[in-house]
């Protein structure tokens, strides 16, 4: 009889919490509160040991949870069939391949906005260029080396992006996409990739829907310019979107256009924003959308309660591990964080699985020095070798959980130099990132 009513206690708590009118991040927080006071009771439900991961107090094959002296059964975290959902129009893996998709940064050209805020002539490259190790045996600057400092206005330089791409197994480009109230920035080269029809590569557009300021991290501090959330803007939104939409090349999810938001948190009513969206998909002929949340900055919310469709993993947010600082430090003004890389991958590849419908991501490395020389978040111990592990384990949970256009594996991502995150060549590691991604999608 106690069991039952925690049972339907804790479905009445789940579905509560998934209702409050707050932002998801706030909500993070609320269910870390929650989870912090009550492991005791909790420590038997695998929502807790998720959120145990998750938040780094364990790691994969740990066999204790804090609280408990000795735990009966480690945390479920080797993912077998027996945990996965069974595909339901199951096929052929060979005529069904997992299909990669990279997350794409069309920076790297001059823009008037960039100019007034940065200085004349700013890019991407330009952070690139005047990093510094902060300790010793840390590799900085990262230099591109076959593509070299490339100018996205030149048709040739994304000719070239996307010949290198598919030669190693990339199937297609996520390009964000940054409006602000009518307002587009860095437009440029995914309006000449739509209006001259090359390359001819697939592609998708996820809305970096958040504030830019001069962290760089879309954070309050210091705005440059700000979103402004409102129904006629949110049909706007949409409208500005059809040609890309319309596009052979865009990429389908059951025959709907994928369309993924960096920060569903940040909208005001999610839910309201979404449907004004699928109205306008239909009436414009475009059909139905297939609407993704991208999990950044702690959101892990069924993306089904905000009429969303699915949810997109984005290392390293949300479960990275830490790592300790390096002795020999060159920088002593330095203030950031050391993660442990894989670790981190580790406790990505044995998440548990979601309820809810879930692309998997795989992350190359990560430093961000470019940006934050003294306040920068550095993942140590990036290998190619460690990054095809992780990548070939989220090709084959995929090929086993998901079936058709649904077989997709997101990489964060092709061309985030100054946040050291990328697969193009550079000079030390070559092409070495990209034979692993090829390498982790062999069957």
């Known amino acids: 009889m106690l069991s039952r009513i925690w049972i339907l206690a804790g479905k009445s708590a789940r579905f509560l919490y998934r209702r409050l009118p707050l932002p998801l991040p706030i909500r993070w927080r609320i269910k870390s509160f929650l989870y912090r006071h009550l492991g005791l009771l909790l420590k038997n439900s695998p929502n807790y040991r998720q959120w145990l991961i998750q938040t780094g ?33 199951p096929s052929d893996p060979a005529a069904d391949p997992v299909h990669l998709i990279a997350f794409y940064l069309p920076q790297y050209h001059p823009i008037p906005e960039n100019d007034r805020w940065w200085g004349k002539g700013f890019t991407e490259w330009t952070n690139v260029t005047k990093a510094t190790p902060n300790f010793i045996g840390h590799y900085q600057p990262r230099l591109p080396a076959d593509l070299g400092f490339y100018d996205l206005r030149v048709p040739e330089v994304r000719d070239e992006q996307a010949t290198l791409a598919r030669q190693y197994g990339i199937h297609g480009f996520c390009y964000y996409y940054y409006w602000f109230a009518g307002q587009r920035l860095l437009n440029r080269p995914l309006d000449e990739v739509v209006r001259s029809g090359h390359p001819d590569f697939p592609f998708c557009v996820c809305w970096a829907n ?13 705005i440059l310019i700000a979103q402004q959330h409102s129904d006629e803007d949110d049909l706007n939104f949409i409208q500005s979107l059809e040609p890309a939409l319309r596009d052979p090349r865009y990429i389908r999810v059951n025959d709907r256009p994928l369309l993924l938001v960096y920060r569903i948190g940040l909208l005001p009513d999610a839910g309201r924003t979404a449907a004004i969206w699928r109205r306008h998909s239909r009436e414009a002929g475009l059909g139905e959308l297939y609407l993704s949340a991208v999990q950044s900055f702690g959101t892990t919310e069924d993306p089904r309660d905000f009429g969303f469709d699915a949810a997109v993993e984005f290392p390293p947010h949300a479960m990275a591990v830490l790592a300790e600082r390096p002795v020999r430090m060159l920088n002593l003004a330095f203030q950031g964080m050391f993660y442990d890389y894989a670790a981190t991958a580790e406790v990505f590849m044995n998440r548990l699985p979601a309820p ?29 070798e460690y990054y095809e592990r992780w990548l070939r384990r ?50």
Do not use: C
Not at 210 to 222: M, P, Q, T
Not at 404 to 426: C, H, Q
């Open 57 to 89: 107090a364990i790691r994969p094959n740990s066999a204790k949870t804090p609280g408990s002296a000795t735990a009966q059964s480690p945390p479920t975290l080797e993912i077998g069939p027996e945990n996965l959902a069974t595909p339901k129009n």
């Open 210 to 222: 958040e504030n830019w300021s001069r962290r760089w991290d879309g954070l309050h501090a210091d």
């Open 394 to 443: 989220l090709v084959e949970l995929t090929h086993r959980s998901r079936a058709g256009s649904e077989r997709l594996v997101f990489i964060n991502a092709w061309n985030e130099w100054a946040e050291g995150n990328y697969l193009e060549p550079d000079r030390k590691f070559g092409h070495r990132y990209l034979e692993a991604t090829r390498n982790a999608i062999k069957r």
């Open 356 to 384: 809810y419908p879930l692309f998997r991501t795989a992350m190359p490395s990560w430093d961000n020095t470019a940006r934050r020389q003294d306040a920068s978040e550095i993942f140590l111990n990036a290998t190619p």
